[in-house]
């Protein structure tokens, strides 16, 4: 399975923007679906946005035009760019990976970072 790390978490204002980033080792990047997943408490883990190993995207509807997902397989990185940040988007976000096809369920992906803050303020 992937190591995963993310970084780049933090506090920010409404109308603002953070850059997440993900690293991974151990694995040959460039095979594995690559998701970014959100959870705030007292809720499931949700979809926030997908990279497929050709580099397909693809959005939750409430971050669709506000986030992009990228991925350097030469790296080992998966980023997710948030803008127009919400305080509806305040939650600990997770980067998880998947050998194979791309998907958007949190119950097809075997590995999973440690999780990063992202604090939205009104």
């Known amino acids: 399975q992937a190591q995963l790390v993310e970084s780049g978490g933090g506090l920010v204002q409404a109308g603002g923007s953070l850059r997440l980033s993900c690293a991974s080792s151990g694995v040959t990047f460039g095979s594995y679906a690559l998701g970014w997943f959100r959870q705030t408490p007292g809720k499931e883990r949700e979809f926030v946005a997908a990279?497929?190993?050709?580099?397909?995207?693809y959005y939750a509807d409430s971050v669709k035009g506000r986030f992009s997902i990228s991925r350097d397989n030469a790296e080992n990185t998966v980023d997710l760019q948030m803008n127009s940040l919400k305080p509806e988007d305040t939650a600990v976000y997770y980067c998880a990976a998947r050998p194979g096809a791309v998907s958007m369920r949190e119950r097809d992906f075997g590995s999973w970072g440690q999780g990063t803050q992202v604090t939205v303020s009104s």
């Open positions: 990279c497929g190993r050709l580099g397909t995207t």
